[in-house]
């Protein structure tokens, strides 16, 4: 993902997240899963995803397959799986790009953002 912060297309995919119907009131921020259904590494990395997303009430989780949902992704181009997009309330992306598909990554990079 070779896209700055301040890209429109990962602005609007944190708006529709924060502002969508799975999310709660006073939502702290997003953290969104760039994927595919294809993608044995991302069928793997879903059961971490959604633990984070158990421990983390506060946040919303997104799991976004780049194929299905290729209108919500707009013209981002996503070169390795899993790829996170994670912002703020204020709406804000305070990251985006690929993790090693481990579950541990996503506390760990909650908590170096401050989320």
Avoid: Y
Avoid at 87 to 115: E, M, N
């Amino acid at each position: 993902m070779s896209h700055s912060l301040t890209d429109p297309d990962l602005l609007a995919l944190l708006s529709d997240t924060l502002n969508g119907a799975a999310a709660p009131a006073g939502a702290a921020g997003a953290v969104i899963c760039l994927c595919a259904q294809w993608c044995g590494t991302c069928r793997e990395f879903a059961t971490g995803f959604q633990q984070a997303a158990q421990a983390h009430p506060g946040l919303v989780f997104r799991w976004v397959d780049v194929e299905d949902e290729a209108a919500a992704v707009g013209d981002l181009d996503v070169e390795t799986f899993p790829t996170l997009v994670i912002g703020a309330a204020d709406g804000g992306v305070r990251f985006a790009g690929p993790v090693l598909p481990q579950a541990a990554q996503i506390p760990r990079l909650l908590k170096s953002l401050g989320l």
